[in-house]
């Protein structure tokens, strides 16, 4: 087993989880995500990325570093970019750090998608940025997590759903059906522990740490 963090450009919260999380990974850095290094006393074994919003302070702290260095116009994001090297490296298992917050939500939603396909393709990767993380509902199968009491979560949903079940909540859904759309599955409470189990679809669940509960 070879477990990789990608340094990704977003938000960032160190958390003893995480530090737990990342323990004895290898480290790979997306452009600006290389900032988290610093952060998380990571050493990262190779940066990759076009480079355009690198500050030259920050390029010249990791100049120690190995670098791939791709093209601005290019069809793959610098995120994109790392986790394929990842994976060109050996990896079976990934945590993207920074995959949530900073200024491109639509990086952070292809984060999460990116998490769900490398999951079915038999690469569990988990999103993080300390105060939330988000991994993929595989279908068939019954997921359970150890998330505590009272924490705030959703299901995403990237796809209509079937056989949606949700164990150790504050409302608990039984093999329903979900529409790409509905809010059903939105903001929800762990009560217990967690359990959930997807027949059919695609979704991710997500947890923020940090987010009020509705009690």
């Known amino acids: 087993m070879s477990r990789f963090s990608i340094l990704l450009g977003g938000e960032l919260r160190r958390t003893p989880e995480l530090n737990h999380q990342i323990a004895d990974t290898r480290v790979i850095a997306a452009d600006v995500g290389i900032g988290h290094a610093a952060v998380l006393e990571l050493k ?5 990325g076009d480079f355009d919003s690198v500050p030259d302070e920050m390029a010249r ?13 290019k069809d ?3 995120g994109e970019i790392a ?5 060109r490296l050996g990896a079976t298992s990934l945590v993207l750090i920074g995959a949530f917050g900073g200024s491109r939500p639509d990086h952070s939603y292809l984060h999460m ?4 396909r490398l999951a079915e393709n038999g690469v569990p990767t988990l999103l993080t940025s300390g105060s939330q993380e988000g991994c993929a509902i595989l279908e068939g199968q019954r997921h359970v997590y150890d998330y505590p009491e009272g924490t705030v979560f959703s299901i995403l949903v990237i796809s209509d759903l079937s056989g949606l079940t949700v ?17 059903l599955t939105m903001s929800n409470e762990v009560q217990g522990r967690l359990a959930v189990t997807l027949q059919q679809g695609r979704a991710l669940l997500f947890a923020d740490f940090l987010a009020e509960g509705t009690n």
């Not at 702290?61 to 116009?73: G, T």
């Not at 986790?83 to 994976?87: K, M, R, S, T």
């Not at 164990?167 to 329903?176: C, M, N, Q, S, T």
Request: net charge negative; glycine share 4%; hydrophobic share 45%.
């Open 44 to 48: 990262p074994e190779l940066w990759v």
């Open 61 to 73: 702290n990791f100049s120690h570093v190995p670098r791939e260095i791709f093209p601005p116009a």
């Open 76 to 78: 793959k994001t610098d």
């Open 83 to 87: 986790i394929e090297a990842a994976l």
């Open 113 to 116: 998608v990116q998490a769900i």
């Open 167 to 183: 164990e150790g909540a504050k409302w608990p859904l039984d093999a329903v059906e979900v529409p790409l759309g509905s809010s």
